[in-house]
């Protein structure tokens, strides 16, 4: 049997499409803001809580969130978990730590890295700051903040964080 | 069959590209339009289903960030389908038929503008045989064009005076997008994108979103003084195999309207979700619409939003009855290549 006569039991189809991705309008005054190195959450008009980063509505009243809320960079650790998998093509050497972080002034917390401490003492409820790059490298990324890290000050209790309609 | 009516439709004003503005930004206005017009909330919505394509948006599960646009605080009802929101409406009236709702609100949102549609709509193709020699929707409808010329189903001046006509009609509609006249030479100036169909003879690139709320009895008339009734509604599919079709007529087009009991009404108006200029004309002929104003709002040919443009046929033919003396109106939604599936819905004024 030559190679032509063998039967293909199975045959490939590769899927590319491009696509010209827009973040919204209300994402886009968010990562403006970013890229000047500010934080600007954006507060629902109904129910006031306060969305970082903003996707342009409250899920929660279903109205578009038109009140400009700026942060400050401080937050605190709401869950975090260690990861030990490394994953193709991430730069970053496991142990590492991720992190849910919920900065004050805000009612939804973000996904960022925890460094500069030793993975035992990290913690619920431990207040941390971004640490940003060199300004010269902020693009419209939260990417802008490389981790955060502890700062000190006392340990806030993550329960006193929950959003209560006001 | 409980009674099941519409009660209002609204409509985002049909865009080229909308830019900056993500699906969430432009189905939130239209659904305040519709809340505010009936002054009601989503509070008084007992069921909601959307009508999307997450390949549009190009993100796995993109339909679900759709859902930030309504309130869903407390907890909502909800589904979904990855189809045209004609079928999130046939969803809603088995929900009421079930007697698990008695009111529904409806929404389907489309982005044209981000990816390269040609190839987006090859994907709802068969996966194995047909999908990855990458048929465009253009080559496709020509195919069914010129099997339906060949057999003198159609002529090619029937064609021209769908795009003529479409145009001339989009006075009719505030939200078209395609709204400058053309005559016999503009359309024949223009080159052929597949034969037999130039670029006019397709519908034009287009972003939005539309919402909908339909009733059942007891609740239409809380709504508004004016439901529209939905007196019948039918969808049937054909073979996913192009070659295993003749695609020069519609069995299951013509089942369905034996089974909606047609042949004896005597339409007012119908709007029919024809995409290409030869569509019109085939379906006129096989609805026995011969004489009846056919896409008065333009139809696709002047705005046509990928998974809403089928509910915004039975949206505008909604809004002909409502704002005519008119009494029957036919709608008609389809999805897949050549009308491969098709929805019929009768809709009745109360006399």
Known sequence: ?166 | MKRVAIVGYAQHPILKNAGALNEVELIMPVVHQLFNDLGISQKDIDFTCSGSCDYLQGAAFAFVEGLSAIQTNPPIKESHVEMDAAWAMYESMLKIQMGDAETALIYGFGKSSPGDLDAIISLQMDPYYISPLWPDRVSLAALQARVLLDQNVITSEQMLASVIEARANSKNNKNALITDLIDESDYLKNAMVSSPLNQLDCPPISDGSSAMIIASEEKAYEFTDHPIWIEGIDHRIESSNLGSRNLATSKTLQASMDQLNLKNIKFDVAELHTQFSHELPFLKSLLNLQDVPTNLSGGPLVGNVMMCAGLDAIGKTYESLKNNQFTHGLAHATSGPCLQHNMLVHLEAQK
């Open chain 1, 1 to 166: 049997m030559s190679a032509e006569d063998i039967p293909k039991d199975y045959s490939e189809s590769p899927i590319n499409l491009e696509y010209f991705y827009t973040a919204g309008s209300a994402t886009t005054r968010f990562l403006n803001q970013v890229k000047e190195g500010n934080i600007v959450g954006q507060g629902c008009p109904k129910c006031k809580a306060v969305y970082v980063p903003p996707r342009g509505s409250c899920p929660r009243c279903g109205v578009a969130t038109d009140i400009e809320v700026p942060l400050t960079d401080k937050g605190c650790i709401e869950s975090f978990t260690v990861v030990h998998i490394p994953i193709p093509g991430n730069p970053i050497v496991p142990p590492y730590v991720c992190a849910m972080i919920r900065l004050d002034g805000a009612n939804i917390s973000f996904l960022h890295l925890i460094q500069d401490v030793d993975i035992e003492n990290i913690r619920i409820g431990m207040r941390i700051q971004a640490v940003w790059k060199p300004k010269e490298e902020w693009t419209h990324s939260l990417e802008n903040i490389k981790w955060f890290a502890p700062i000190d000050e006392p340990d806030v209790d993550v329960a006193t964080l929950r959003f209560h309609e006001s």
